[in-house]
């Protein structure tokens, strides 16, 4: 049972947005900035956005990030089929005093 | 660029432990925590712990404090993780992870991974 809670799986048409969820509380991400990476199979994660909206260099700007009160969203726009991946959101919780992470949300381009 | 080596797949008994080494480079190794995390095959990411390379010290999930040791030798710039009294549980790739910056709860580099294997 993670600490933070993602939808399993989301899905969109190419071309299309779609939005992930991570929902946690006051003791993390209603009191840290919160990260997101993306997954693909075989492969280690990459960090895809952090301190809840900037992006990396080399992250394109149809990934996009957000927080509010103790949730946060990742928006991904003009879906492509490569971005079918595991996402995952990331921040610290105080009361745990420990680094946690969502469950994941498969994202199917169809 | 940043790039975080570490050693290869183990396999390795009940009971038994592993140390799975962290090689950095592109930056300063000393100036930022390494973080562990692990995933099970088919599961999500799981943060084991960090090690601040500059002065040793650490701080373990509760989940992991008394098995797990994170260490660091700066002359190789190399961090390691040792988990002792392995169980099947614990079959899991693991992977090194460069903090962002103190403060933060990004991890901005991720190892290649270990993939380490706990069977009779």
């Known amino acids: 049972q993670s600490v933070l809670t993602q939808p399993p799986s989301v899905s969109a048409a190419p071309g299309q947005k779609v939005t992930i969820s991570c929902s946690g509380g006051?003791?993390?991400?209603?009191?840290?900035?919160v990260s997101w990476y993306q997954q693909f199979p075989g492969t280690a994660p990459t960090l895809l956005i952090y301190d809840n909206d900037k992006r990396p260099s080399g992250i394109p700007d149809r990934f996009s990030g957000s927080k509010s009160g103790t949730s946060a969203t990742l928006g991904i726009t003009a879906l492509q089929t490569g971005d079918e991946a595991d996402y995952y959101c990331g921040t610290w919780d105080k009361s745990l005093n420990a680094g946690v992470f969502g469950g994941g949300t498969k994202l199917t381009v169809l | 660029q940043v790039q975080l080596v570490q050693s290869g797949a183990e396999v390795k008994k009940p009971g038994a432990s592993v140390m799975v080494s962290c090689k950095a480079s592109g930056y300063t190794f000393t100036s930022i925590d390494i973080n562990w995390v692990r995933q099970a095959t088919g599961q999500g990411l799981e943060w084991m712990g960090w090690?601040?390379?500059?002065?040793?010290?650490?701080g373990y999930a509760q989940k992991f404090q008394g098995r797990v040791t994170m260490t660091r030798d700066t002359s190789i710039s190399t961090a390691y993780m040792e988990l002792s009294g392995l169980r099947s549980e614990d079959t899991a790739v693991y992977y090194c992870?460069?903090?962002?910056?103190?403060?933060?709860?990004?991890?901005?580099?991720w190892g290649q991974g270990t993939l380490v294997t706990v069977s009779s």
């Open positions: 090690v601040n390379p500059n002065n040793g010290h650490t």
């Open positions: 992870v460069r903090l962002g910056y103190y403060g933060s709860a990004s991890w901005f580099n």
């Open positions: 006051s003791s993390n991400i209603g009191s840290y900035y």
